[in-house]
């Protein structure tokens, strides 16, 4: 299982950017997904998570209404639109998957929500 985040970097407040996360080594439209991120000094939070056939999303709090998560079975990528992004908003997001019960993670992408 692999998974391959993109699309991170430094935005301004009120900006928007686009994540993607691209899986292989599993089948991927057989499995539920997820976005955590994690800020310096924090514990690690689920942003949001979107069942396999992409019918049922859920969002944190923090970021509904801000955050869409979708996802491209035939691309094997799930994808996470950022509107409105703050400066809380800054840490490494990463995707989630468990596959026969083992956890496996992206490497991360850095969000910079800044000025």
């Known amino acids: 299982v692999q998974l391959v985040e993109s699309g991170g970097g430094l935005v301004q407040p009120g900006g928007s950017l686009r994540l993607s996360c691209a899986a292989s080594g599993f089948t991927f439209s057989s499995y539920g997904l997820m976005w955590y991120r994690q800020a310096p000094g924090k514990e690690r939070e689920m942003v949001a998570g979107i069942t396999a056939a992409g019918v049922f999303t859920n969002y944190a709090d923090s970021v509904k209404g801000r955050f869409t998560i979708s996802r491209d079975n035939d691309e094997n990528t799930v994808y996470l639109q950022m509107n409105s992004l703050k400066p809380e908003d800054t840490a490494v997001y990463s995707c989630?998957?468990?596959?026969?019960?083992?956890?496996?993670w992206g490497q991360g992408t850095q969000v910079t929500v800044s000025a």
């Open positions: 989630y998957v468990s596959v026969q019960r083992r956890d496996y």
